[in-house]
């Protein structure tokens, strides 16, 4: 069985910029790169996870997205592909769920399709939603202060004694 890291996009490697669909405006995070390369050398296999309700919104199309995704992976600059599994959950909030975070539905997939150890996966974000998809797939969670709401105001990061980072960065050096 192998390990994993399930990411969140926006608020955790790259700059929140809320709806973005123009590639020209990703810009990583402090953290991410080196945080990804090392997680990578210790084995754990990536997986982005984003909510992209901008979508479901009719703000922006499927294909901006893939090419927001697409330009992210230019700036990492890992060997491609970066992420051995990629949802993107068009969804809004008021529309039915099929993939949308808190739901643990694609960590769950990933889980079984990928021979995952659930004791050594992790959901890493800087939303309620990311900690929630963790918590309810039974996984490792952990929130990073990169995004636009301090986690520690979260009341499920006190509830189940998440621990916070700085950025990606700080969390990767954590893992084993």
């Excluded at 953290?31 to 050398?41: C, K, N």
Aim: hydrophobic share 45%; aromatic share 8%.
């Amino acid at each position: 069985m192998f390990k994993a890291l399930f990411l969140d996009r926006d608020g955790t490697l790259i700059v929140d910029r809320v709806y973005l669909a123009d590639p020209a405006g990703v810009e990583l995070l402090p953290g991410a790169v080196d945080g990804l390369t090392l997680a990578r050398t210790r084995g754990y296999q990536l997986f982005l996870f984003t909510n992209q309700s901008g979508i479901g919104r009719g703000l922006h199309t499927l294909e901006d997205t893939l090419r927001v995704n697409a330009r992210m992976e230019e700036l990492i600059g890992l060997p491609r592909p970066v992420f051995a599994g990629t949802c993107i959950a068009p969804e809004s909030p008021d529309q039915p769920v099929g993939y949308r975070k808190p739901s643990p539905r694609f960590i769950l997939e990933m889980i079984d399709e990928h021979f995952l150890d659930p004791a050594h996966c992790w959901m890493v974000g800087d939303s309620a939603a990311d900690i929630g998809a963790g918590l309810a797939a039974k996984i490792k969670v952990a929130a990073l202060r990169t995004g636009k709401v301090d986690p520690q105001s979260l009341p499920e990061v006190h509830a189940h004694k998440i621990p916070v980072f700085e950025n990606f960065g700080d969390f990767a050096a954590t893992l084993s």
